[in-house]
């Protein structure tokens, strides 16, 4: 059967254009690059830090960096859900930035005050103090009050970013997709400053220094992303996509014995231009899901105004958003692995830089910021790839992305494979370079440049900005109009999953090998087949990715209707 009837839908009309668009997007991009630039400003630096000013041992430092890295993305989730159902994406983003800063305030004074800190070990072959209680309180309530605040700001903002265009419109689409390409251009800006400027003054001036430059960024970051508050397209909220996808679980379970009509008509749908913005079309996988869209006409009666409760019945679109999310776990599981390596880069090979000569063309340059080389590639390619690859591309598959998202993540895992085959080549070569000058046990740099390690930071560089902005594109593109937050979370949750993961691997190669990495001295630990290892299982990840992105079927939406409100259901027919 079919209601239809006009309502005040017809006083709805297109966005406003004084608001959203290219303009209001700066304000993010603005407010990216400043939280990135602190953010990864203290990440890649953590480790030096726990080690020389915590006297914390070399395995547990990179853990509690892997852990507390993890721990910034899976929190994104909790960011996206509050996004999507709460709170509007700019509100996210303000208290969320606010969490933050005050993280990077308390670190900053523990940096500053010597008592508040251990003292400092100069002899690593001697048991060194360690933090007491109050202490390492005031360690990890800042990093994990950082790690709160990052998790919320990261599943907000690209979203209020991405708000700002509409994808309906051809020409909005296509700035949609460019979107996300110059939001990583401005993440790895404000990244390239963070690992040189702000990891110079942490180790030149003083980590409190560092802390506070990264304090004042983050303010900054708030300040910014308000002055830009009247020209944002403000986000409706849709309520909690938990409950709904809870919904249609309860609903598919209680109508489990109804059979699965074979005709989309012959399920429940409701049609109105208010309450959604989309509407998603019926399709065969999970099918069994459909059955909480069967509207039993036996049980409930013939009349519409005897629809039951939505614990009892749901409609097509709320059944297919279900759907999306179980098509998604398999893409998110299987890009995991990526961020395994990923969490090398950022901590071991941080580590392995420490023990060469960082002079290059005369200058030294900190071992924490040696990134600067991937992200050096990065703000060279990404203009490259959006003004150059995606247009000639465009123009052979009629994509308005070039490739589709699943292609451009696929390209990433194949390249984050050959990096990590060339992290343990590097690696090799490096402990040969100390035992061949005997300096195994020496404190001094060895007489290899640090240069040669940006080969593997280059080519995972590239690999970091297919997969990032292939899975943020993916999630968001692909999730539903009510779920854009939770699904563009995802690709930060399996960002922390890598990270989890990365400390769990540690742990079982240190104990399944018999101490590969269980040294504080490098030169005497097996690192280069650590690498190799990952590098393997990179290849067989990649192989598992292909086999799920095959499987995956792209949503379908159904345009809505405007100028009536109109329900279907199961009839007697």
């Known amino acids: 059967m079919e209601i239809s009837r006009d309502g005040d839908n017809k006083q709805l009309s297109r966005q406003d254009k004084r608001v959203g668009g290219t303009k209001a997007a700066l304000f993010v991009y603005g407010m990216e690059g400043l939280e990135n630039m602190a953010f990864i400003a203290s990440a890649v630096s953590l480790v030096t830090y726990l080690m020389g000013y915590m006297n914390i041992g070399l395995t547990k430092s990179v853990n509690t960096v892997t852990n507390f890295m993890g721990t910034s993305f899976i929190l994104a989730l909790l960011g996206g859900v509050i996004a999507d159902t709460f709170l509007t994406r700019f509100t996210t983003c303000v208290l969320f ?11 900053t004074v523990q940096a500053h005050f010597d008592q508040l800190r251990p003292t400092p070990c100069t002899d690593i072959s001697k048991q060194c103090e360690a933090a007491n209680t109050g202490q390492a309180a005031i360690l990890y309530t800042g990093l994990y009050l950082i790690a709160l605040g990052t998790s919320g700001v990261k599943a907000a903002l690209p979203l209020l970013g991405a708000d700002q265009f509409d994808s309906k419109d051809p020409k909005e689409a296509v700035q949609l997709s460019s979107f996300f390409n110059w939001f990583m251009f401005s993440l790895t800006g404000g990244s390239i400053v963070g690992v040189t400027f702000v990891v110079w003054i942490s180790s030149k001036k003083g980590w409190d220094w560092g802390f506070g430059v990264c304090t004042i960024a983050v303010l900054f970051a708030i300040v910014l992303v308000c002055i830009g508050k009247p020209f944002y397209r403000d986000n409706a909220l849709k309520g909690s996509p938990i409950i709904r996808i809870l919904r249609v679980l309860a609903a598919s379970i209680r109508n489990r014995y109804l059979p699965i009509p074979r005709k989309e008509d012959e399920l429940y749908e409701v049609y109105d231009k208010g309450t959604q913005n989309e509407n998603l079309q ?9 059955r909480a869209a069967v509207h039993d006409m036996t049980t409930w009666g013939a009349s519409a105004a005897m629809t039951p409760g939505p614990w009892r019945l749901s409609t097509v679109t709320q059944v297919e958003e279900t759907k999306i ?19 090398q880069l950022q901590t071991f090979s941080i580590q392995q830089s420490m023990t060469l000569d960082t002079r290059i063309f005369g200058f030294e340059i900190p071992a924490s910021s040696l990134p600067v080389i991937p992200l050096g590639f990065n ?19 009629g994509i308005p992305t070039g490739i589709r998202h699943l292609q451009r ?38 007489p290899m440049s640090v240069f040669w390690l940006g080969f593997q930071f280059a080519v995972f560089g590239l690999s970091d900005m297919f997969t990032l902005v292939g899975l943020l594109e993916f999630y968001h593109a692909e999730g539903s109009a009510g779920m854009k937050g939770t699904s563009t979370a995802l690709s930060w949750f399996s960002l922390a999953f890598g990270y989890f993961i990365s400390s769990v691997v540690v742990e079982v190669v240190n104990k399944a ?27 067989v990840n ?16 159904e345009e809505m209707k405007q100028e009536e409100i109109s329900i279907h259901g199961s009839a007697a027919n």
Request: net charge positive; with cysteine; aromatic share 14%.
């Open 513 to 539: 090998s018999g101490g590969w990495l269980a040294s504080n001295n490098l030169n005497r630990d097996q690192l280069n087949y650590f690498y190799w290892l990952l590098s393997g299982l990179s290849a």
């Open 97 to 107: 930035g606010f969490l933050e800063f005050l993280g990077y305030a308390l670190l």
């Open 409 to 446: 993540i696929g390209v990433g895992l194949v390249l984050s494979t050959i990096s990590m085959a060339i992290s343990g080549v590097m690696e090799s070569k490096r402990k040969s370079v100390a035992v061949k000058h005997n300096m195994v046990d020496s404190n001094e740099p060895l």
């Open 542 to 557: 990649f192989v598992i990715y292909l086999v799920c992105a095959s499987w995956y079927k792209y949503k379908n939406v």
């Open 282 to 290: 019926r399709t065969n996988q999970f099918r069994f899901l459909d």
């Open 325 to 343: 999310l179980l098509r998604m776990l398999p893409i998110v599981l299987s890009t995991v692995f990526i961020n395994t390596c990923l969490a």
């Open 379 to 397: 703000l060279i390619f990404i203009p490259i790839y959006e003004r150059i690859f995606v247009p000639l591309a465009r123009r052979i598959t």
